[in-house]
Structure formats: structure tokens, C-alpha cells
């Protein structure tokens, strides 16, 4: 009989619970979720750390340590720097935390999202790129190109974030198929374009409007130029908001090739995937739009709360609007080493989708006690909010440092996992971090 090596991820994902008892001997207490470690498999789990672990007693059960559960393995794409890559059929790749430190997201170390074959975009004239607004309720089809909207339209810049919808599924279990994405599917730059209410505006559209989709220039993964990889959109109140951009400028540069250049929209707040790149053509619909990834159970969530595992109907599937509340430690990077006692200095940023962050809490033993970090306001509506604090560690060992954020309507990130959906979607547990104190 073969003997088939499996790694802790693969444990993890397939029965966490019984991947703690296999791996550690560790067994779940039923009523407060927390791992009952026995003298052997602490002395397990300590030295698959490196370390004594002071709260061990407080760590949730079927959960991977922090330690190990990290990837920093680069990935090369022209532009950008440190992305990890999750797929190459379509190219999609994500920021590890610690890169995702600049309050404002370079260029580099945004990520890459992708459903098709990005267009040949090299050598174009940039002004001369043709975008036609059409659909059921446009008064009259019109077309412009990227030097007439600068020349019509007033310029903005906001600084936006842009998250995938999937941003965290690798943490699901049972796992769901797709981009098994941690967390750095997001990204904060800013964008500079024309509002799209204002070209909505100028074209006319009529009262029956219900929707807004686009239509970009990327190219099925078939290779079938007869097929749309992804047609997606948003309610046209949402459309209509100061802050959804057509953008044409990232960090006041080209927008990057795989970020959409030479136009796109930034529609920030909600899943990354209705903010549409390389964009060639915005409908206006008298219903909900039903383009490619915007039926079935793509980009949405059961209606109502199912049980892990549970095969969900399509007509119980809601499109997912605005994003979950949310949190990153971008400072330090999981792994380091600090000494007992002194100040060890964290920060990083958190968002809410539609709505604003009002409080950040980071802890040191597990979500047992927390602590107020000091927390930014956004730079503009739509924009992540910084946020940093201070603690020392008290005494020697392994430790796991939480972030946890809530948001303005009191909502609050689960400690580990929120209710579970087939497509692994909004995963906003908190984030986590590795520390040896020495």
C-alpha cells in the first residue's frame, strides 16, 4: 500500500477538528470551541512552533497556527513585486500582509485578479481607446474615447479599495473550488478618472434603469472570442455614487497592464469583480443584469444561513453587495522574533465596504482579552483607515497576534470563521500573525 504523504493545509481544509486530535492530540471542548491540550500534544504543538506557547490553553480548536500556516513564496509578473501566485490559467496573485504596508497601495503590490486572457494592451494610443455606453435605458447609444472624457468631463482622484469576493476562502471548510486566496486579494491606490455619474448624466439614460453592467476587452480562457469571461455589475444607485470612478490613472501613472490599463471601472465597497478592466463598453439595464458571473451561485451567498457542506438551489443564492468589515496586520511580518517585554509596534489598515471602521482591538492570547488600537480616519469615503498600537509580550514562547475591527453599525469580525457559503466567499475572521518572544 502506498504510503500518501498529505501537509497540514490538506489536513486543515478537509476536518480541521480532526486534523488538531491527528496532529497534536488535541480534542475540542463542544461548549467553549477552545482546544483541550493535553501535557504531550502541547509539547507537540510547542515544538512544531518553535516555542512555548503561554496561551495555548485559550486557542480555539481547528485551527491551524499562525507559524505554519503562512506563504511568502514570490511570484515574477512584469510590475509587480512579491505576489504570490494562486492560478496561471488566468493569472491571479496575491500580496502577502507584510507588503501591503504603504498606506497607499503601490503599483507593485496590488493584486491580480483575472477571469480571461488579458487584452495585448502594448504600444496602443492610450486617448485614442474607444468606450461606448449603451443598453435598454441609455436615451441614446454614444461612444467616446479616453481623450474626450478627460477633455468633457472634471477629473477626480479618491483613494478606493478594491477587495476580491473570495479574498480568504482558503480558510473555509469544507473547502470551496477557486482561487484559494489568504488574505491579500486587496489593495488600497489611488485612481484618477471622471465619475461615472457625470457621463451618465451626459448621455441621458431613463427612469426605468435598474442596473449597470460593463463589458470589457479581455478575452474568454477558452480562446472562443464569442465568449465573455465576465460580465458583472452593480444597482444603478450604487453606479450613481461620487466615488465610482472610470478610471484611466493608478498613483497618478498608467493604470498596470493587469490591473486593467488602459481604462477601467473603480467601484469600491463591494466584491472587486463588479469594478470592470480594460473596459470597452457600460450597458444601462431595466432589470438586474445577467451577464457572465452574475447568475448561478457566482459572486453570491446562500440567502439565509446553511450548514457547512450544504448543496444550496441557485434561486436561494443572493448577489453579494457590500463587503464584510475587516482588518490586516501589515506590521511586523508573521515569524519574527521579539524580546520579552519591550514595546512590539503593530499596525495595519481595516475597511467595512459600504460602511466606515470605528474601532480596531488586537490581542495576544487568542481573543481571550483585547486591546483599543489607535485607529485613522479614511483618507475619503471608500478609502482603508490606518490603524496601530503597542504591547509587550510577557514572557517567552509563541504567541499569535489577532486583529479584530468593528464597523460604525457595530458589527464586529468573527475570531475565526464566519457562517460558511459554497463558494467561499467574505471570509472576514480576524487576522493573524505569528511572534516568538525570546
Known amino acids: 500500500m502506498t504510503d500518501k504523504k498529505r501537509g497540514i493545509h490538506e489536513l486543515y481544509r478537509e476536518d480541521p477538528v480532526a486534523a488538531d486530535e491527528q496532529l497534536w492530540g488535541r480534542k475540542a471542548d463542544p461548549m467553549t470551541r477552545r482546544g483541550f491540550l493535553t501535557r504531550g500534544s502541547l509539547v507537540a504543538m510547542s515544538a512544531a512552533v518553535g516555542a512555548t506557547i503561554p496561551f495555548a490553553h485559550l486557542m480555539p480548536s481547528g485551527l491551524i497556527p499562525a507559524a505554519l500556516a503562512q506563504t511568502d513564496t514570490p511570484f515574477a509578473i512584469p510590475g509587480?513585486?512579491?505576489?504570490?501566485?494562486?492560478?496561471?490559467?488566468?493569472?491571479?496573485?496575491?500580496?502577502?500582509a507584510h507588503l501591503l504596508d504603504d498606506r497607499v497601495t503601490p503599483a507593485k503590490h496590488l493584486f491580480v485578479r483575472n477571469n480571461g486572457i488579458p487584452p495585448v494592451t502594448t504600444d496602443i494610443d492610450l486617448d485614442a481607446w474607444e468606450i461606448t455606453f449603451g443598453g435598454e435605458s441609455i436615451?441614446?447609444?454614444?461612444?467616446?474615447?479616453?481623450?474626450?472624457?478627460?477633455?468633457?468631463?472634471?477629473?477626480?482622484?479618491?483613494?478606493?479599495?478594491?477587495?476580491?469576493?473570495?479574498?480568504?476562502?482558503?480558510?473555509?471548510?469544507?473547502?470551496?473550488?477557486?482561487?484559494?486566496?489568504?488574505?491579500?486579494?486587496?489593495?488600497?491606490?489611488?485612481?484618477?478618472?471622471?465619475?461615472?455619474?457625470?457621463?451618465?448624466?451626459?448621455?441621458?439614460f431613463k427612469d426605468d434603469a435598474v442596473y449597470l453592467a460593463y463589458y470589457g476587452a479581455d478575452i474568454h480562457a477558452s480562446g472562443d472570442p464569442d465568449k465573455v469571461p465576465i460580465s458583472r455589475g452593480v444597482p444603478i444607485e450604487k453606479a450613481l455614487e461620487d466615488e465610482s470612478l472610470i478610471a484611466w490613472a493608478m498613483n497618478g501613472d498608467d493604470i498596470p497592464p493587469m490591473n486593467g490599463y488602459p481604462l477601467r471601472l473603480v467601484i469600491a465597497g463591494w466584491p472587486g469583480s463588479v469594478a470592470g478592466k480594460w473596459l470597452r463598453k457600460i450597458v444601462v439595464r431595466?432589470?438586474?443584469?445577467?451577464?457572465?458571473?452574475?447568475?448561478?451561485?457566482?459572486?453570491?451567498?446562500?440567502?439565509?444561513?446553511?450548514?457547512?457542506?450544504?448543496?444550496?438551489?441557485?434561486?436561494?443564492?443572493?448577489?453579494?453587495?457590500?463587503?464584510?468589515?475587516?482588518?490586516?496586520i501589515t506590521f511586523p511580518k508573521s515569524g519574527i522574533e521579539h524580546a520579552v517585554g519591550q514595546p512590539l509596534a503593530l499596525r495595519g489598515h481595516a475597511w467595512a465596504g459600504d460602511a466606515e471602521v470605528s474601532a480596531v482591538h488586537v490581542s495576544i492570547d487568542f481573543g481571550a482579552t483585547w486591546m483599543k488600537a489607535d485607529l485613522e480616519g479614511p483618507a475619503n469615503r471608500f478609502a482603508w483607515q490606518h490603524w496601530n498600537a503597542s504591547m509587550r509580550l510577557p514572557e517567552t514562547g509563541y504567541f499569535e497576534v489577532w486583529a479584530r475591527a468593528t464597523d460604525d453599525m457595530g458589527r464586529a469580525q468573527p475570531m475565526v470563521l464566519p457562517g460558511w457559503n459554497p463558494k467561499g466567499y467574505l471570509n472576514n475572521a480576524c487576522h493573524r500573525i505569528a511572534v516568538q518572544a525570546v
Open 80 to 96: 509587480k513585486e512579491g505576489l504570490v501566485v494562486l492560478n496561471d490559467r488566468p493569472v491571479n496573485a496575491e500580496t502577502p
Open 139 to 204: 436615451a441614446q447609444e454614444m461612444t467616446f474615447t479616453i481623450g474626450e472624457l478627460k477633455e468633457k468631463f472634471k477629473h477626480y482622484t479618491y483613494q478606493l479599495q478594491l477587495e476580491c469576493g473570495g479574498n480568504g476562502r482558503s480558510e473555509f471548510v469544507p473547502p470551496a473550488s477557486g482561487n484559494q486566496w489568504s488574505t491579500g486579494a486587496v489593495g488600497c491606490p489611488e485612481w484618477t478618472g471622471v465619475r461615472l455619474r457625470d457621463v451618465l448624466e451626459h448621455v441621458g
Open 286 to 328: 431595466n432589470q438586474v443584469h445577467d451577464g457572465p458571473k452574475m447568475t448561478g451561485t457566482a459572486y453570491r451567498v446562500p440567502c439565509k444561513p446553511v450548514a457547512p457542506g450544504t448543496t444550496v438551489p441557485d434561486e436561494e443564492m443572493c448577489i453579494i453587495e457590500s463587503m464584510p468589515v475587516k482588518s490586516l
